[in-house]
Structures are given as structure tokens and as C-alpha cells.
């Protein structure tokens, strides 16, 4: 079995310390590759060096909006450049955040929709944020019929599930369904086709619920993969090998 980590934050300062024992890891968990989505501008570089280091590490540069303050107009002016130059496999992480009061809507918006625009450009997948604002991420996305991607550490019921679905979007599955007390969502992700899931760890954040309160890291990947095994009622080997086609057919990687 081989897995893939749909997202995860390996540049972050929590991954100081042993960021290549990390790497060197991914063999022994069986993690084929990961995926970097870069939340800043500043942090661009970082995930270009994690990807020559070890090329199965892609690329992914956007604008998160959880840092809407640092963002500035002549960033996103950089943001097609680089997005070819490194070959980058998706635009993000982008979206829209409406738990934390201070990030102004409007601002939020302009930024994800000038990222949906050259997604759609580049014919590129979106890796896309939607904490309390799936809703508004659907009103978004209908704009651009022919946006594609997805909507990482889904969080939605099961009717936003279906519409995102129906769109061609993927839902990113993560340490939130190994909690039992998350029912709506585990019933969301039950009902889902496999062919539309992916799995991602969030490390260092979500830990799944054996690992509450620790650093994640890639090697908790087999373990989401397991609730979700059992969620589903499916075999390991069926939810690897979906699951990891599924993240090849939507970030275009080579087999
Ligand atoms: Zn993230």
C-alpha cells in the first residue's frame, strides 16, 4: 500500500528540528509523496527548496486567508510565475476563513477569486481553506465553471458535500474523522463516492484522536486511512489505492 499526503505544512517552523529525518521518513511510512501548500508569500521559497531536496515534496504557492494582513498586491502579480517556474502542481492554499472575526470578508473574497482566476488560467487545482464558509466557497466557485480541486480538511454536511461534489471538487479527509463526537462530518465523508476523497494529515496541526494535543506528521497518515477504512466499512487496500489514484488524477502527478 502507498499513500499520498494531499497537505501538508513540512515548512513550518515546528519542523525546525528534524524537517529532513521527515523526509527521509516518507519511505517507511510508504508516503509516495506530499503535497506543500505555501499559506504566505515568504514562505514560497521554503517549499521551492523542500521540492529540490526531495522532488515528490510538489509545490503549491497561493495566498491563505488566515494571513490576510501580510499579503500585498504585488505578491499576487509574482503568483504565475512561480507557479510555472517550479512546476507547481496547484494554487493555494487560498479560500475564505469566517471563524476569526478580524479577516474582512470583502478583502478575503478579492484575494480567493484572483486565485480561482488563475487557477482557471493555468488549468491548475485549487487547495482550498473553508472553515465556516463552505457556502460562500461554493458561491465563489460557480463562478468559474471550469475551477477545479479541493476543499482540504472538509468540514461541511452532507448536502454541501454532494454540491461540492457535483462541481468536480475533492474533499480532503483528515485526523477530524477519527473523532467520534464528529458525526455530521463522518456522515458526510460515508455517503461520499471514493473516487472524490483524498487523505491529508494538516501537520503539524489536526492531530487525529490517538495523537490529541502532539505535533502531526506524515507518519498519521495510515491512521486517518484507517478510520476511514472502517468508517466506509472498506479495506485498507481499497482506500489506499483509491485514494492515491484519486490525488494523482487531480494534482496531474506522473504514475
Ligand atoms: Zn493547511
Avoid at 527548496?49 to 509574482?78: D, M
Avoid at 487545482?125 to 458561491?139: E, F, G, N, Q
Avoid at 495510515?222 to 478510520?227: C, G, L, R, S, T
Avoid at 487496500?237 to 484519486?246: E, G, P, S, V
Wanted: contains cysteine; negative net charge; aromatic residues 8%.
Amino acid at each position: 500500500m502507498v499513500w499520498m499526503d494531499t497537505h501538508c505544512h513540512l515548512d513550518a517552523p515546528e519542523f525546525d528540528q528534524d524537517r529532513s529525518e521527515i523526509l527521509n521518513q516518507m519511505q517507511i511510512h510508504q508516503i509516495e509523496a506530499l503535497v506543500l501548500p505555501a499559506v504566505y508569500f515568504a514562505a514560497w521559497p521554503a517549499i521551492v527548496k523542500l521540492n529540490q531536496q526531495q522532488p515528490r515534496c510538489y509545490a503549491s504557492f497561493g495566498f491563505h486567508p488566515i494571513y490576510l494582513a501580510q499579503h500585498q498586491p504585488q505578491q499576487l502579480k509574482e503568483l504565475t510565475t512561480w507557479l510555472l517556474e517550479h512546476r507547481a502542481v496547484a494554487v493555494g492554499e487560498c479560500g475564505l476563513d469566517f471563524y476569526l472575526p478580524e479577516l474582512e470578508v470583502q478583502a478575503q473574497e478579492e484575494w480567493f477569486i484572483a486565485q480561482i482566476r488563475i487557477a482557471c488560467e493555468l488549468d491548475l487545482p485549487l487547495i482550498i481553506h473553508a472553515r465556516r464558509s463552505t457556502d460562500a466557497v461554493l458561491k465563489c466557485l460557480r463562478r468559474f465553471p471550469s475551477a477545479k480541486g479541493v476543499i482540504h480538511s472538509f468540514a461541511g454536511s452532507t448536502q454541501q458535500a454532494e454540491l461540492l461534489v457535483k462541481q468536480g471538487f475533492y474533499l480532503g479527509v483528515g485526523g477530524t474523522i477519527t473523532y467520534e463526537r464528529a458525526q455530521r462530518l463522518r456522515a458526510a465523508i460515508q455517503a461520499m463516492p471514493l473516487e472524490f476523497l483524498v487523505l491529508e494529515t494538516d501537520a503539524p496541526d489536526q492531530p487525529d484522536s490517538q495523537w490529541r494535543g502532539k505535533r502531526n506528521d506524515l507518519s498519521r497518515l495510515p491512521v486517518i486511512a484507517q478510520a476511514l477504512a472502517d468508517l466506509r466499512q472498506e479495506s485498507l487496500a481499497t482506500i489506499a489505492q483509491a485514494t492515491t489514484a484519486n490525488a494523482k488524477r487531480l494534482f496531474n502527478l506522473p504514475e
